[in-house]
């Protein structure tokens, strides 16, 4: 064995041992590698009990409440399957709405009620000018509009089926 | 063109501390290294013609 | 054949050719940071979530994509040295090496400066910010191991190990994103599916990808020129040089 080919060998052995090896630590590390949990998860009691850890999610439509005292926000965490309240006392990112991603770290207490010491918004990865943002909304309306009445005509049609 | 005038394209609609600081930043690191490099060739140059001249380390 | 493709691995036919190319990429560079700059902030339009502030994109983009591109470039160079005994490649890698850093500190840095009026923080703990430090901490890694050792043939080998070892972290920079929740978004430009982006927005950012990317060969061939003289001050090339 020529030494050049000697080298390359050792080279070649010591990359293949360290991807095993980062590979191994990888899936070791990938529970605690999570920057937040869903709210399915925190059902299935993944996240960690008794001490603070963040949820992240949609902040559901129609369920931000502000209370009286005005710095109190109330809000509801969802992934479509579960949700979770949260309560928290603060100034809300610019990025903050209905609808939209969110991170929050804090405590899950007795009540179910999860009480944040800070919200993050976890904005997507669309880039659009307003205009396009607000016709890509109008279009997927009509979709829905077009798929509902779509349903209706189907069990009109199927109605009239029975009639014959 | 979306700036009425430039009063509004420094405040960058309100984000201008942050847009103007990255940009910033950016540029004056940047230049710097184009410095730093033509400046550190030259010097190597100069080196070397001196080491030349003397022919040796000390 | 008659053509060596080692010719250019020898210093001393390397440092003029790097001398003829860098100014290609200095205008180029210049150039595109014109035109990029320009549709960046005049063509572009606003976006619909974010405002203006998501105009850093046009350069944490860039600076990030090349901070992950430079590392894999410099790895490659520095396991070449090692492997076929070859100075100059040891010496791309450390020409290579603080341009590196230097587009690792940007992306950080514009990141931290978009990250806070859209997120509300300038720094959170999560996969993809995490990695991104590590990769600014492999690059400084190389530059002090490599200048810890006199000998520079024994440095260049050491640096060497410690890049090829690093380079596990740049597919977990770029798929953390996948592989974990973190607060980062996904990738707007993947190979498989189509940009979630307005096309004047993409545009303009590939076109400020291009400008970094000349400006790091540019950076790179200069710096290149200065340590090849640094490293041959005893041939009899460079001697000839000096008395010129």
């Known amino acids: 064995m020529k030494p050049r080919h000697k080298r390359f060998a050792l080279v070649a052995g010591g990359v293949a041992a360290l991807g095993i090896a980062a590979a191994l ?43 009286d ?20 006392e603060g100034i809300l990112p610019d990025l903050f709405k209905e609808g939209k991603g969110v991170v ?24 659009m000018p307003p205009e396009a943002a607000s016709a890509v909304e109008k279009a997927q309306k009509a979709e829905q509009e077009s798929q509902r009445t779509l349903v209706l005509d189907k069990s009109a049609g199927g109605g009239a089926e029975n009639k014959q | 063109m979306q700036w009425g005038s430039v009063g509004e394209f420094i405040a960058m609609g309100g984000y201008g501390g942050y847009v103007w600081g990255a940009f910033g930043v950016t540029f004056v690191l940047m230049a710097g290294e184009v410095v730093m490099v033509v400046k550190g060739h030259r010097d190597s140059l100069r080196r070397a013609r001196l080491f030349s001249k003397r022919g040796d380390d000390r | ?107 950080l840095w514009t990141g931290a400066l978009w990250g806070r009026p859209t997120w509300g923080t300038w720094w959170v703990w999560d996969a993809r910010l995490t990695s991104e430090l590590i990769l600014l901490f492999l690059y400084v890694g190389f530059m002090a191991l490599h200048a810890s050792i ?44 189509a940009p979630s982006m307005a096309s ?30 640094e490293r041959e001050r005893h041939a009899a090339w460079v001697a000839q040089l000096g008395t010129e």
């Open chain 3, 1 to 107: 054949m008659s053509f060596n493709w080692f010719r250019f691995s020898s210093p001393q036919t390397f440092y003029p050719l790097a001398g003829r190319l860098a100014p290609f990429f200095w205008i180029a560079s210049v150039a595109l940071t014109v035109a990029g700059l320009y549709i960046g902030f005049f063509v572009a339009p606003t976006d619909f979530q974010q405002g203006d502030s998501y105009r850093i994109i046009f350069i944490h983009v860039p600076a990030a994509w090349m901070s992950m591109f430079i590392y894999v470039v410099m790895a490659g160079w520095a396991a070449m040295g090692l492997i076929f005994n070859t100075r100059l490649s040891s010496m791309m890698a450390n020409a290579l090496a603080p341009t590196g850093a230097l587009m690792t500190a940007i992306a």
């Open chain 3, 150 to 193: 006199d000998d520079p043939r024994r440095a260049d080998k050491a640096a060497a190990i410690l890049a090829i070892v690093g380079v596990v972290n740049v597919p977990i920079i770029y798929f953390s994103v996948k592989w974990w929740n973190t607060l980062h978004q996904g990738s707007s430009v993947s190979l498989t599916r």
């Open chain 1, 104 to 127: 929050a770290e804090g405590k899950l207490e007795g009540d179910g009620v999860f009480r944040a010491s800070q919200v993050l918004a976890k904005h997507d990865e669309n880039y």
């Open chain 1, 69 to 88: 005292d005005g710095v109190t926000v109330k809000f509801v965490v969802t992934d479509t399957a579960k949700s979770i309240p949260v309560l928290y």
């Open chain 1, 25 to 67: 630590i990888l899936n070791a590390f990938n529970s605690n590698l999570v920057f937040f949990y869903s709210p399915t998860q925190v059902a299935a009691h993944e996240a960690p009990a008794g001490r603070s850890f963040r949820i992240g999610g949609m902040v559901e439509s129609g369920s931000v409440q502000r209370q």
């Open chain 3, 200 to 229: 004047t927005m993409l545009l303009g950012m590939l076109v400020m990808v291009f400008a970094f990317w000349a400006y790091s060969i540019a950076t790179a061939l200069t710096r290149v020129r200065g340590i090849i003289l």
